[in-house]
């Protein structure tokens, strides 16, 4: 009996020995991010608007990617990427949304988690300094997927998210852009799409929508599966663009469902869905998107999007599309 106890325990210690040779894989972690996309145009940029575009993005592409490499969540990530690009009136989303009709700043975002398929988003509000922490308020404390208007501001007031006037929200350049109406500057969505150490992928989307917008009207950035999508089977991913196109096309879970039932890879999915689907429909923007391996992707049909993306050997930041 005390012999086959003792090569028992002899056969564990050399096993466990070798495994403690074993190099050890490191899981990867990735961040990718956007900042809207549109009629963006060298011709129309100068030297310093477009490297302080590019110095914010890099700000909170490493902020979250901070988060990543200190062991933090993808869903950490994601929401402290976005509210760096909510606090900055480059983008449009928090600070720097756009104007309504009736030149008000009526604000939408959401986030997912990939490993649960839990959401969270909140539509039309006005107040709430950093829409992306609402929505994650609603995915953690409430029972809700989408609070909207004066109902997500109790809410949020409740779970005591800071909360500002609507005049916060007022910059020159937005009010201008809807005097000039419509055609230039639709776009500017902020997005976030994120893999942490433990293989879970979380993405966000946050917006102050459609220049000019009235009636109430919501695109696809609170629409889970429009707007934004993450399944850890699958990928996750971000939209910005003209959303009613995207909430017609249900574009992000469109290129998570290829995946999943289709077996395609999340750049044959997210090529044929923004190049074919959406393009087809009519629709115009792009998408960031990432897989558990790692893989990133960011597509889009415009003359450029703003986007970025940080994996541990690289750190790449670009505006304009191939086109250019
Ligand atoms: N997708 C957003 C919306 O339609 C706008 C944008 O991406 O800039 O509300």
């Known amino acids: 009996m005390l012999r086959i106890i003792t090569s028992i325990l002899v056969f564990l210690m050399i096993s466990c020995s070798e495994k403690n040779q074993e190099v050890p894989i490191k899981p990867p972690i990735a961040i990718v991010v956007h900042g809207g996309a549109g009629t963006i145009l060298k011709k129309n940029m100068s030297y310093e608007k477009e490297e302080k575009y590019k110095s914010k993005l890099e700000e909170a592409i490493r902020a979250g990617y ?19 690009l909510e606090d900055s009136p480059l983008f449009n989303a928090g600070k720097g949304a756009v104007f309504t009709h009736d030149e008000k700043n009526e604000l ?19 107040h709430i300094k950093n829409p992306i922490r609402a929505a994650r308020a609603v995915m953690e404390k409430s029972e809700h997927v989408l609070l909207a208007r004066e109902g997500a501001e109790h809410f949020a007031l409740l779970q005591k998210l800071d909360t500002v ?14 005097k000039r109406a419509k ?51 699958t990928c996750g991913v971000s939209s910005t663009g003209w959303g009613e196109y995207f909430i017609r096309g249900v574009v992000a879970h469109d290129i998570s469902a290829m995946m999943e ?38 597509e889009f049909n415009t003359d450029g999007m703003y986007r970025g993306f940080m994996t541990e050997d690289s750190l790449s930041i670009s505006i ?4 250019i």
């Open 261 to 298: 039932y289709g077996g395609k890879s999340l750049k044959e999915s997210a090529n044929h869905v923004i190049h074919h689907k959406l393009t087809e429909l009519g629709g115009t923007g792009g998408i960031i998107a990432l897989d558990q391996k790692g893989n990133i992707v960011m």
């Open 320 to 323: 304009y599309g191939p086109k």
């Open 66 to 84: 901070q988060v990543l490499q200190n062991g933090g969540t993808s869903l950490d990530a994601v929401e402290q990427t976005i509210i760096i």
């Open 183 to 233: 055609k230039e500057e639709k776009f500017g969505t902020v997005g976030c799409v994120a893999l942490d150490q433990n293989g879970n992928i979380a993405a966000g989307t946050s917006t102050g929508g459609m220049t000019n917008k009235k009636w109430g009207r919501i695109g696809d950035s609170p629409i889970i599966g429009a707007g934004t999508y993450a399944n850890n089977s």
């Open 165 to 178: 006037s609507p005049t916060y929200f007022f910059t020159e350049k937005r009010a201008k852009s809807l």
């Open 108 to 126: 939408d975002a959401s986030i997912m988690e990939g490993s649960n398929l839990k959401a969270g988003a909140v539509a039309g509000v006005t």
